[in-house]
């Protein structure tokens, strides 16, 4: 009696062609998807946000089954690693930074995932999986021409408090003359550690204009807030002035440049109310996004800055608790 033949072993190299199909075509939409903000092709548009990592999962399952039958959770799993290197791959051709490729880790290999899902039932339901995977590779090329470049946006404002053992004076010091600041003593705010660059200093004088608060941070960003309503000890509200060369190339990604196409900071107020044993510090902050996924980038929008002003609220609730009494 004959032997049953051994089953052929795999080449771990094999399961490599999956991922390297998925990342070649993100990469090529990603080459389509590279126009001007405002202008049809663009990045952020949603044709490509929510499109291009499902097809990636899609072609990323699609050659994996056609080199032998998966499990779901295969193709689950191989459209969510193809989405992680997909955006890799754009950080190392230098079109988005650090920043952008965190901030759409989430949502790129959760549609990648769904990705792999759908060519899995497409798979099981159809015995022709091309002619709808061609159809899904189509479709952001088609709609990319055809969507709104310019949402309309939003404007949002998160509001922050703290309680502060010190006076309205000291805390009104610390406001005008934020100086020397140490990466230790804002490091624990999110924006930052994913990296957005600290602030070094906020120089506060006076001239015709009002008050004007000179605002320096890392990787040369520096810019302006101006303040014509305030009062000493009480409140004071900033606007924010940027020249054009506020942001030097490669501080910021363009996705995300204070701004710019797609987000803005348009006012922040800090208010001291007297309390027994010290001041209670508030601060609100007035922001615009516009983007055609704003249910996805207002809430991640929201999160950060409400972090950020949290622990900028904590800096001058330290420095002025520590600082010698006015």
């Given at each position: 009696m ?7 072993r795999r080449?771990?190299?094999q ?29 952020m ?6 499109l291009?990592p ?9 050659v994996?089954?056609r ?9 689950f ?5 193809a989405n992680?290197?997909?955006?890799i ?8 930074g ?6 759409a880790s989430?949502?790129f ?7 792999g899902?759908?060519?899995?039932a497409?798979?099981?339901f159809t ?12 479709l952001p090329l ?8 310019q949402p ?11 309680a ?6 000291a ?7 934020a100086?020397a600041?140490?990466?230790d ?7 930052y ?9 906020g ?6 204009r ?5 605002v ?14 305030w009062?000493?000890?009480r409140y004071?509200?900033?606007?924010y002035a ?5 942001v030097?190339p490669?501080a ?9 196409e797609?987000?803005d ?14 001041t ?5 902050m007035?922001y615009r ?15 950060l800055?409400g ?5 900028l609220l ?11 009494p006015?």
């Amino acid at each position: 009696m004959n032997a049953p033949a051994p089953r052929a072993r795999r080449s771990p190299i094999q399961w490599l062609w999956p991922l390297v199909a998925g990342v070649a075509v993100g990469l090529g939409l990603r080459w389509v998807f590279s126009a001007k903000a405002g202008e049809a092709y663009a990045t952020m548009l949603v044709s490509f946000v929510l499109l291009a990592p499902l097809v990636v999962g899609m072609v990323a399952a699609y050659v994996a089954q056609r080199r032998g039958p998966q499990h779901w959770a295969m193709h689950f799993g191989l459209g969510v690693l193809a989405n992680v290197f997909f955006i890799i791959g754009t950080m190392v051709m230098g079109w988005e930074g650090a920043i952008c490729a965190i901030l759409a880790s989430p949502i790129f290999t959760l549609i990648g995932g769904a990705g792999g899902l759908l060519m899995s039932a497409i798979f099981r339901f159809t015995a022709r999986p091309k002619p709808p995977l061609y159809g899904f590779l189509a479709l952001p090329l088609v709609l990319g021409a055809l969507e709104n470049p310019q949402p309309q946006g939003r404007i949002e404002q998160v509001e922050r408090t703290v309680a502060v053992a010190a006076t309205p004076q000291a805390v009104w010091q610390q406001l005008m003359r934020a100086d020397a600041i140490r990466p230790d003593e804002v490091d624990a705010a999110w924006s930052y550690r994913i990296g957005v660059p600290k602030p070094l200093s906020g120089l506060v004088h006076e001239d015709a204009r009002g008050l004007v608060r000179e605002v320096r941070m890392g990787k040369g960003i520096h810019f302006r807030q101006l303040s014509t309503d305030w009062q000493p000890q009480r409140y004071v509200r900033w606007q924010y002035a940027f020249d054009e060369d506020s942001v030097p190339p490669g501080a910021l990604d363009d996705h995300v440049r204070i701004g710019g196409e797609y987000f803005d900071l348009r006012d922040t107020t800090y208010t001291l109310i007297p309390r027994e044993g010290g001041t209670e510090l508030k601060v609100s902050m007035s922001y615009r996004v516009s983007t055609g996924f704003d249910w996805y980038a207002a809430p991640l929008a929201r999160w950060l800055l409400g972090n950020q002003c949290q622990v900028l609220l904590d800096f001058y609730r330290h420095r002025a608790e520590a600082a010698p009494p006015v």
